[in-house]
């Protein structure tokens, strides 16, 4: 059956192939079954892989927008006296702190206007003044298309003792990620971005060793990540009704970013990213980061006041712009 190929220009769901598609077409079957719940184990245990997690990573699944994995992470980590520190250079960074203010977790947020890059001096002083536990930080923040230094904001953390969150939603499978340089204690990411598979899954990757440490410490019921993971231990199925169709689909996209390899999808991004820059830029458009800041995923561009994001997992070549008024994005 051929279904036909639209190629989406926002950042995420991400154009999906068609065996993707296929994937999802399998007879029904109970989500308690032993055949779905190695299914899903497989899915688990292939996600802290693709990022180079060793065996002290596991992951655990929701059935749920990536929101949910990081509501999960930081309503999950931050200790019940913890304060948490929020990274906030764009929208996503904003949302961690959101998060955290629905739920009454102590926060400092080092907040710096969209587009700025973070200063990890500054960073590294609130961790110590304001004796930070846990800080969160968006990877790759797809609201500008800006890379984070997660790197250095993970020794910081660990320096001083905190724990760090870092949210990849749009940066997981589409650059380059590798947990044993982090050591960061949690990742998140879902299903329907770089990895390419449908929207409704959500992953949390994060260290074996601080199961103990978060038992009990969840304010929320459905993401309680220590419930979530014990939920699979025990019986190998999620808590509550997985979204069965989406990880046949999720399953079939890991297999084939094996397939392509994981530098082989980057250099593909990297490929698009160039020719969609080059391509605008001759039109006149300028790019709202400077090129060291670049993600090289995901383009901002403006002219006569307009902002224009244009992501480039997309496979082929087709490329046109879908504008946004900047204020829509800013305000
Ligand atoms: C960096 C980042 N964080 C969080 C999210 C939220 O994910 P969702 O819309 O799937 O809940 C997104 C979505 O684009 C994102 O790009």
Same mark, same amino acid.
């Given at each position: ?47 802290? @892989?693709?990022?180079? /997690?060793? &065996? ?5 699944? =929701?059935?749920? %927008?990536?929101?949910?994995? +990081? ?121 329907? @971005?770089?990895?390419? /598979?449908? &929207? ?5 990757? =994060?260290?074996? %060793?601080?199961?103990?440490? +978060? ?117």
């Amino acid at each position: 059956m051929n279904i036909k190929r639209n190629i989406l220009l926002n950042p995420g769901p991400a154009t999906t192939s068609d065996e993707v598609k296929h994937a999802m077409l399998m007879p029904d079957i109970c989500p308690r079954e032993e055949e779905f719940c190695l299914l899903m184990e497989s899915v688990k245990q292939d996600l802290p @892989k693709i990022v180079n /997690g060793g &065996a002290d990573y596991t992951s655990t699944l =929701f059935a749920a %927008s990536g929101t949910g994995g +990081i509501e999960s992470a930081i309503t999950s980590a931050v200790p019940c006296n913890g304060r948490l520190l929020v990274i906030d250079n764009g929208a996503y960074g904003a949302r961690m702190a959101q998060i955290a203010k629905r739920y009454a977790i102590y926060h400092v947020v080092y907040k710096i206007p969209y587009g700025d890059y973070p200063d990890v001096t500054d960073i590294e002083k609130i961790v110590i003044d304001e004796k930070i536990t846990t800080v969160s930080i968006v990877d790759h923040e797809t609201t500008t298309g800006m890379r984070n230094p997660v790197q250095e904001v993970c020794e910081i953390a660990h320096r001083h003792g905190s724990e760090i969150i870092v949210d990849c939603m749009s940066s997981f499978a589409g650059l380059p990620i590798d947990l044993r340089k982090w050591g960061a204690e949690y990742i998140i990411s879902s299903s329907n @971005k770089c990895i390419e /598979g449908m &929207a409704g899954l959500s992953f949390v990757i =994060f260290q074996k %060793s601080l199961l103990e440490k +978060i038992k009990g410490t969840a304010r929320s019921f459905y993401f309680d990540l220590y419930a979530q993971y014990q939920g699979f231990q025990h019986a190998g199925q999620m808590q509550f009704t997985p979204p069965v169709q989406v990880i046949y689909a999720l399953r079939k996209a890991i297999d084939l970013l094996f397939a392509e390899t994981y530098q082989g999808r980057i250099n593909r991004y990297k490929e698009n990213y160039s020719t969609l820059k080059d391509e605008t830029q001759k039109l006149g458009f300028q790019f709202l980061l400077k090129d060291e800041y670049q993600s090289g995923i995901l383009l901002y561009f403006t002219r006569h006041n307009l902002v224009s994001c244009v992501p480039v997992q997309k496979v082929g070549n087709s490329m046109t712009s879908t504008s946004l008024n900047y204020h829509n994005i800013y305000h």
